[in-house]
T-cell receptor
Framework: GEDVEQSLFLSVREGDSSVINCTYT??????LYWYKQEPGAGLQLLTY?????DMKQDQRLTVLLNKKDKHLSLRIADTQTGDSAIYFC????????????FGSGTQLTVLP | TAGITQAPTSQILAAGRSMTLRCTQDMRHNAMYWYRQDLGLGLRLIHY???????GKGEVPDGYSVSRANTDDFPLTLASAVPSQTSVYFC?????????????FGQGTRLTVV
């Protein structure tokens, strides 16, 4: 079946850029998502990218997609302490929330 | 706007007991979902409902049941809890289940089965 993998932890200094990486196995993935989970809260959709795109930028967030290598990354510029959270990569073949496959999540810690 | 609300926030439950996790949304979304979140495994879909009156099994449905009597409510029941059901449970909803619409998540219910 489908598999989405992420590293579990990432630490960065405040003001630096963070890059969170994700790999997936399903070549028919159509939509790829990044969700943010703050402590004690549910998941919040940050951004998504359609599989025919290479890059998507939204303010401090840049998503890069290498479809050949099935590699997705989320770059957060000028990382702030408020960015500390768990970031989940997810994929869906049909763009349906019912068919989301999540990675294990990456715990981002921003150090002062 | 409340969005999607889960209750209780946390619960300690004796093995063998039953429990219902509540989920209510006020966005008039057709589709609702239950996930469990376990360390190192991400979120896994337990059950879903495409619309009121219908439900379906997700990736890990065993030991759980759901009902969808109306649009707003989607309770998850554990008939006889076991320790492996210790997890954080998230309810989510989306406008529908067939297109690229955002899923909105509740704040989660932390369940410990002892």
């Amino acid at each position: 079946g489908e598999d989405v993998e992420q590293s579990l932890f990432l630490s960065v200094r405040e003001g630096d850029s963070s890059v969170i990486n994700c790999t997936y196995t399903d070549s028919s993935s159509t939509y790829l998502y990044w969700y943010k989970q703050e402590p004690g809260a549910g998941l919040q959709l940050l951004t998504y990218i359609f599989s025919n795109m290479d890059m998507k930028q939204d303010q401090r967030l840049t998503v890069l997609l290498n479809k050949k290598d099935k590699h997705l990354s989320l770059r957060i510029a000028d990382t702030q302490t408020g960015d500390s959270a768990i970031y989940f990569c997810a994929e869906s073949t049909m763009g349906s929330a019912r068919q989301l496959t999540f990675g294990s999540g990456t715990q981002l810690t921003v150090l002062p | 706007t409340a969005g999607i609300t889960q209750a209780p926030t946390s619960q300690i439950l004796a093995a063998g007991r039953s429990m219902t996790l509540r989920c209510t949304q006020d966005m008039r979304h057709n589709a609702m979902y239950w996930y469990r979140q376990d360390l190192g495994l991400g979120l896994r879909l337990i059950h879903y409902s495409n619309t009121a009156g219908t439900t379906g099994k997700g990736e890990v449905p065993d030991g759980y049941s759901v009902s969808r009597a109306n649009t707003d409510d989607f309770p998850l029941t554990l008939a006889s809890a076991v320790p492996s059901q210790t997890s954080v449970y998230f309810c989510a909803s989306s406008v529908d289940s067939t297109s690229n619409t955002e899923a909105f998540f509740g704040q989660g219910t932390r369940l410990t089965v002892v």
